[in-house]
């Protein structure tokens, strides 16, 4: 009778662990999935603001390469046109953030990076561990009462 109501019981330990494994790698997915999402949301609202600025940016710089230019020929000194050189990086910069390829070649860098360079990316003092952020947070907290 006992080994009866044992088998049963050992039987239902394991479905109960294959549910709780399954239920684990769900949470997981989901987690992964959510991260992911957050991350192109994220990464939209970036090349979306550029693109909105580059909009304003560029009115900017041609009315002041217009003005700059307009300025040094009624002048007679071509030191007015300077500006429009740093302004002119900057506006290509934007444009080629929210139209161009620089986020791909970015990508791919960081993708060499991981690959190649593994050694600048470690943490200091290594991975962080929950003993670690349990003694961080017992040194923080004052009023904390061990038991």
């Known amino acids: 009778m006992g080994f009866i109501f044992s088998k049963s019981m050992n ?3 394991k479905s109960q662990q294959e549910f709780m494994l399954m239920n684990a790698r769900l949470q997981l997915e989901r987690q992964l999935m959510m991260q992911n999402e957050m991350r192109e949301r994220q990464m939209a609202m ?3 603001w550029s693109r909105e600025f580059l909009k304003y940016f560029g009115t900017f710089f041609g009315i002041a390469a217009i003005s700059l230019t307009a300025g040094a020929i009624k002048r007679k000194k071509p030191a007015f ?3 429009i ?3 002119g990086f900057v506006l290509i910069y934007q444009f080629d953030l929210g139209y161009g390829t620089l986020l791909q070649r970015m990508k791919g860098e960081a993708e060499n ?3 190649t360079e593994k050694s600048k990316l470690q943490l200091p003092k290594g991975m962080i561990t929950f003993e670690s952020l349990e003694k961080a947070r017992r040194e923080q907290s004052k009023f904390f009462i061990d038991k």
């Open 11 to 13: 039987e239902n330990m």
């Open 46 to 48: 970036q090349i979306a």
């Open 81 to 83: 046109i300077v500006p």
């Open 85 to 87: 050189v740093p302004l």
């Open 113 to 115: 990076i991981l690959e």
